[in-house]
């Protein structure tokens, strides 16, 4: 159980093709609406800055993060091999933060539309992270990487190439970029606007049929446009 003077933790995961990314965050008496975009604004605050740099255990991948001066949020991400990263990605940021998992007593996922693989690693992952305690769910709504950068101008905020990333090289799957410091902070703001639901389960939302699907569906001679 978390201890009577440290709040409870949320963990935001957001998964792509290429890489992972995730927050965690101290949830205040204002509940997580509240605390999420209070998130954003502590992760905005660092746009401008050179990450920090770890390595993860597991795979020796290098993961970058931002933690604020008061130890109540830290933000990481990790590029390739995001099946392979994600627990250690978890267990890192929480190890930073000095605190155990049972901690975390609310989920959050970018649930799509994103690239197949990751988003089926990041629910599986967060479904397994739920069902091991009772934990509260919720289903954050996906920005597609193309309006990142609008998103940013928007919201005010100057981002330096560290912290925004890039768009993807690959013209049919815009999601096959790593995920960026600027997936996480747009994707909190979401969450702080009420752009997230309550749900028993996360299931993914595909941005299109993915690859294994395509192919059945045309080895059953149906018409894919």
Not at 16 to 31: I, Q, S, T
Not at 94 to 113: C, K, Q, T, Y
Not at 135 to 156: I, M, N, Q, T, Y
Request: glycine fraction near 12%; include cysteine.
């Amino acid at each position: 159980m978390t201890s009577q003077n440290q709040a409870s933790l949320a963990v935001m995961f957001c998964t792509h093709k290429r890489g992972a990314g995730l927050a965690v965050f101290e949830v205040g008496p204002d509940g997580i609406s509240h605390s999420a975009g209070r998130a954003a604004a502590a992760l905005s605050s660092f746009s401008t800055s050179i990450p920090q740099a770890s390595v993860l255990p597991l795979t020796g991948a290098t993961q970058s993060f931002y933690k604020t001066a008061d130890g109540n949020c830290l933000f990481a991400v990790c590029s390739g091999l995001t099946a392979e990263n994600l627990a250690g990605l978890y267990r890192s940021a929480l190890a930073e933060m000095n605190r155990p998992d049972s901690s975390v007593e609310i989920i959050g996922v970018v649930g799509g539309p994103g690239s197949f693989t990751g988003l089926r690693l990041g629910c599986a992952f967060a479904n397994g992270l739920a069902m091991g305690r009772s934990r509260e769910c919720w289903s954050v709504g996906g920005l597609p990487p193309d309006e990142f950068s609008e998103r940013l101008k928007a919201l005010g905020v100057t981002a330096s190439p560290e912290f925004a990333g890039g768009q993807s090289s690959e013209a049919d799957d815009p999601f096959a970029v790593p995920v960026a410091f600027a997936d996480l902070l747009l994707h909190l703001n979401h969450w702080g606007r009420g752009g997230a639901l309550r749900t028993e389960v996360f299931e993914p939302v595909y941005g299109r049929d993915p690859t294994p699907v395509i192919k059945l569906r045309q080895q059953q001679g149906e018409s894919i446009s």
